[in-house]
């Protein structure tokens, strides 16, 4: 059990130096919780109450959801929203009665509200002091603060989609409230049946609503690893790069802070994130020029041109150069094709770290700072769907019961083909005896962009584009 301690000046002793907590988050490949870093941070004093008196009048943009136990995810497209002072929420979440005020319309018992992934220097544009009161440097991270830092509140069943931040690895600090968090390691990218639709920068979305999942739809998600914590107030998760995570608000009201810590590996990104913008946007302005909203997620500001796209993709192609042009010694300094991994120095440091120091590596030398102060977010053992999932009532449990004996029969260790050898499709609807004739219709311009700018895919052509520019 962790406990806390003070020197002999009654100061708090954190269980980590700065150093050694950045050495284990730069180096951990698995999720862990942090305790014990944050007891003198003032932030760990902020309640949605104390907020709502710090921003006053402020109106704030909520993101209103259906309470459900629907097995489509609920994206931010699909969601209506609701400006309103933080005061406003409160009054609404606490007297469910309220019929008043900008929630009007929204019975308490029937949706969440969400004012979520707010950037600390928007929300907090006429009080910057209140920035000194989130303390990254604890971490390793000097002078990081509330200026790179997002809030959000949420009321209970609040929750995120499950995706993957493209950029960097992260820390959330529970302040109010606690969150359930389902983590999913990157290599199980392929069962989380991911997508770019709706389209965010730095942001891959999975199809697959992972607290009640459609299995006959995603069949592969069953073999995907599920990692669950449920974070208390004053703990720190570390979300190492490219875990998939799914988030809900499991009490009335939860407040958290985090930081997204820029990576080496982004640079990579950063071009993969350049190409996919340029054909999603292509594709999609040309189904329905009219139309950016159904496909664009809330938080990007407007579809952007092709020109615009290309120069973007240019921008980071050269940024990627310029931070891997010199070698650090022992280090390849090559390009290298070998069908699955095209790496420069510095470029996608997984990699370079199991080439040489083999898999696993990084998770055994963190290893040693795993006791109270930090635990590793394990694999959840299995379950059947009724117990994993969100707070709310599963309207179809029986279905997913169904499924769950279905796929236990016919789900192959390996993943299904889409082709077989002959080449017909084997997968998916066109095997399914049950499909639609062939008609216009069968491809959608979603289904190809889904295999366009499929991760995978999408890194197959960042490497080609710099192995060409590299010659
Ligand atoms: O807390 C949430 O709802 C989501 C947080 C999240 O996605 C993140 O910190 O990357």
Redesign the pocket.
């Known amino acids: 059990r962790s406990t806390l301690s003070r020197n002999t000046v009654g100061e708090y002793v954190k269980p980590f130096t700065p150093e050694k907590a950045k050495d284990i988050i730069m180096s951990l490949q698995q999720p862990a919780v942090f305790h014990n870093m944050v007891s003198d941070w003032p932030s760990r004093h902020w309640t949605a109450e104390h907020l709502s008196e710090v921003l006053q009048h402020k109106r704030i943009r909520f993101r209103m959801g259906v309470k459900s136990a629907d097995t489509v995810p609920q994206f931010e497209t699909m969601c209506s929203y609701v400006d309103a002072t933080l005061e406003e929420f409160l009054t609404w979440n606490c007297d469910q009665s309220n019929s008043f005020g900008p929630f009007r319309d929204y019975d308490h018992s029937k949706f969440w509200a969400?004012a979520?992934?707010k950037y600390f220097v928007n929300l907090f544009e006429d009080n910057s002091d209140v920035f000194q009161d989130v303390l990254w440097s604890d971490f390793g991270f000097p002078g990081r603060n509330g200026q790179e830092s997002?809030l959000?509140i949420?009321s209970l069943g609040?929750?995120?989609p499950c995706?993957l931040?493209t950029y960097g690895c992260?820390l959330?600090f529970q302040v109010q409230g606690r969150?359930r968090w389902h983590l999913f390691p990157p290599e199980d990218t392929p069962c989380l049946y991911p997508t770019r639709i709706p389209y965010e920068e730095s942001s891959v979305f999975s199809k697959v609503n992972v607290v009640n999942p459609d299995l006959k739809r995603f069949p592969w998600f069953r073999k995907a690893r599920r990692h669950s914590v449920t974070l208390s107030p004053r703990q720190v998760l570390f979300?190492p790069r490219h875990w998939w995570?799914y988030?809900?608000?499991i009490d009335p009201v939860t407040v958290?802070i985090?930081s997204?810590i820029e990576l080496e590996e982004d640079h990579l990104a950063r071009v993969e994130e350049a190409i996919t913008r340029t054909l999603v946007c292509a594709l999609k302005t040309s189904e329905d020029p009219h139309n950016s909203r159904a496909w664009l997620n809330p938080t990007e500001v407007e579809a952007t041109s092709h020109a615009v796209n290309c120069s973007y993709l240019s921008g980071a192609i050269s940024a990627f150069f310029s931070h891997s042009r010199t070698p650090k010694a022992g280090e390849d300094d090559v390009l290298e094709a070998n069908g699955g991994s095209v790496e420069k120095e510095g470029s996608h440091v997984d990699q370079t770290r199991s080439r040489s120091q083999g898999p696993g590596a990084g998770r055994r030398a963190a290893a040693s700072g795993f006791g109270p102060d930090l635990c590793p977010v394990l694999p959840a053992p299995e379950e059947p769907p009724a117990h994993r999932g969100g707070v709310f009532e599963n309207d179809s449990k029986e279905l997913a019961d169904k499924d769950e004996k279905h796929f236990a029969k016919s789900c192959c260790p390996q993943r299904p083909q889409m082709m077989s050898e002959d080449g017909n499709a084997t997968g998916g609807q066109a095997a399914a005896g049950s499909a639609p004739g062939l008609s216009q219709a069968l491809i959608s311009t979603d289904d190809l962009l889904d295999c366009l700018v499929n991760p995978q895919v999408i890194r197959m052509v960042a490497q080609l584009l710099i192995q060409g520019k590299s010659l």
Do not use: C, L, P, R
């Open positions: 969400y979520d992934y997002t959000w949420g609040a929750h995120t995706h931040d992260n959330v969150k979300v995570h988030v809900e608000s958290s985090n997204w």
